[in-house]
């Protein structure tokens, strides 16, 4: 079983920054393979906001793209979030793919509002 803890998530102002980090443990961690980031704000679906696998491919979504930054030290992932604005809050899910089973952290809130 994998074990996904987040942590960096909090309250900023527009134009503010804030890093998260999301560790994964347990299980079989050779084969974690691509880590993400997702978020769900009130109301909404889940969505996409980037992945990166084990050869460094990242992917963002178009609403964040030049903002956000995702990076990876082997089985941690992070989360350079620049230039927040109101609607980038939600709660922000970690996941973590190994072989064909993928995991979800508890999530943690991100509220970005003056």
């Known amino acids: 079983q994998v074990q996904l803890v987040e942590s960096g998530g909090g309250l900023v102002q527009p134009g503010g920054s804030l890093r998260l980090s999301c560790a994964a443990s347990?299980?079989?961690?050779?084969?974690?393979?691509?880590m993400g980031w997702y978020r769900q704000a009130p109301g909404k679906q889940r969505e996409l906001v980037a992945t990166?696998?084990?050869?460094?491919t990242t992917n963002y979504a178009d609403s964040v793209k030049g903002r956000f930054s995702i990076s990876r030290d082997n089985a941690k992932v992070y989360l350079q979030m620049n230039s927040l604005k109101p609607e980038d809050t939600a709660v922000y899910y970690c996941?973590?793919?190994?072989?064909?089973?993928?995991?979800w952290g508890q999530g943690t809130q991100v509220t970005v509002s003056s």
């Open positions: 347990g299980g079989s961690m050779f084969a974690l393979s691509t």
């Open positions: 990166i696998n084990n050869g460094g």
């Open positions: 996941k973590a793919r190994v072989v064909l089973t993928s995991y």
